[in-house]
C-alpha cells in the first residue's frame, strides 16, 4: 500500500489573490518569456484543482489512498469563497471517493471561536481524524492564545499536520520553526504532531523536538524540491530522516505544487527504488507508519 500523506485541493475562488500570485509567479514568468502569455491568462495545474484530477493522478502512481489538506489562507487576503465553503466542498469532494481521500479540517487558529466551531463541524459530521495548519500566516504555536484551539486538539485526540520550512509571499518563514511547537506537545500527550517537509531549512529543529516527544512525526513533501537536478540530496535527506526519526516519517507529495517540475509518480519510483533504506523503511515510510500512528 502506498499512503500520500500531503495532498492539496482547492478552487481558484479559495485562495486569496496574494497567495495565488506567489504560487504561480515563476509559471507566469515562463508562460511570458516563451508564449508571450499575461499573467493569470494560463490555465496551471496550481490554478484550480480539476474534478478528478488528484484520483487520476493518484493511480497513475498507484497511490492507494491521500491524505486532503484545506489551505487557510482567508487572513491573508479577500478570498470570494470564504473556509467553512472551502472544507465544505473538500469534505463532500473527497466523501465521493469512498475511502482514497482522508480530509482533514483546514483553519487558521487566529480565527477564535470560529476555529473551535469549524473542528467540531467536522469532526461531528464527518469524523475527521486531523486538522492543517499554517503558522506562517502571522501567528505563533506557543502563544498562549492558541492554547483553546491545541486544548480542543487534544482533547479530541486530532493529528495536526503543520507547515515547516520556507514560505511563499506575504508570510512569515520564522513561525514556521518546529521548535516553536515544543510547549504545545510537551502538554498535550493525546495529540499527534506531523511537521510537514521534514522541517524544511529547519530540519534539525525537528529532530531534536522529535528526539524529546513520541508524538511529534514528519513527511517528506516537497523533498522532490531537489529532483531531478539534485537526486543524491534528496536520498541523503530521506536516509537521514528514517536513521533519526525511525518509525514516524510519512510519505508525502505536496500535490500539486511540484508536479509539473517531478510529478508524483516519478517521486513515488524514486521513493521506492533508491538505495536510502532497507524494504521495512520503505514499507513504513510508504504507508505502514502513517497506519500506525492514525491507530495509536
Request: glycine share 8%.
Amino acid at each position: 500500500m502506498i499512503i500520500d500523506a500531503h495532498v492539496h485541493i482547492w478552487k481558484r475562488t479559495m485562495l486569496p489573490d496574494v497567495m495565488m500570485e506567489a504560487y504561480l509567479e515563476p509559471l507566469v514568468l515562463l508562460d511570458q518569456m516563451f508564449f508571450g502569455g499575461k499573467p493569470g491568462e494560463k490555465d496551471w495545474l496550481t490554478s484550480e484543482t480539476e474534478p478528478g484530477e488528484p484520483v487520476r493522478t493518484m493511480d497513475l502512481a498507484k497511490i492507494d489512498r491521500s491524505v486532503i489538506l484545506p489551505l487557510d489562507f482567508g487572513l491573508v487576503g479577500p478570498v470570494r469563497d470564504n473556509i467553512e465553503l472551502y472544507n465544505d466542498w473538500v469534505f463532500e469532494y473527497c466523501g465521493s471517493f469512498g475511502d482514497r481521500l482522508i480530509p482533514f479540517v483546514g483553519v487558521d487558529p487566529q480565527r477564535g471561536q470560529d476555529a473551535l466551531r469549524l473542528v467540531n463541524k467536522y469532526v461531528k459530521s464527518f469524523d475527521s481524524k486531523g486538522v492543517k495548519v499554517y503558522p506562517s500566516t502571522g501567528w505563533s504555536p506557543n502563544d498562549p492564545k492558541m492554547d483553546p484551539f491545541f486544548d480542543l486538539i487534544d482533547d479530541l485526540g486530532l493529528v495536526v499536520v503543520t507547515h515547516a520550512g520556507a514560505s511563499w509571499g506575504p508570510l512569515n518563514d520564522e513561525l514556521s520553526r518546529p521548535e516553536l511547537f515544543h510547549d504545545v506537545v510537551v502538554k498535550r500527550e493525546r495529540m499527534r504532531l506531523v511537521i510537514a517537509h521534514l522541517g524544511g531549512k529547519y530540519r534539525e529543529e525537528l529532530y531534536h523536538l522529535a528526539s524529546e516527544m513520541p508524538n511529534v512525526f514528519a513527511d517528506c513533501s516537497a523533498l522532490q524540491g531537489w529532483l531531478p537536478s539534485q537526486p543524491e540530496m534528496a536520498e541523503a535527506r530521506l536516509k537521514e530522516a528514517v536513521e533519526r526519526m525511525p518509525g514516524r516519517v510519512f510519505f508525502g507529495s505536496d500535490w500539486p505544487l511540484f508536479d509539473l517540475a517531478y510529478c508524483q509518480s516519478n517521486w513515488v519510483e524514486f521513493v521506492q527504488e533508491r538505495n536510502w533504506g532497507n524494504d521495512e523503511a520503505k514499507e513504513g515510510l510508504l504507508s505502514g507508519n502513517f497506519l500506525r500512528m492514525m491507530k495509536s
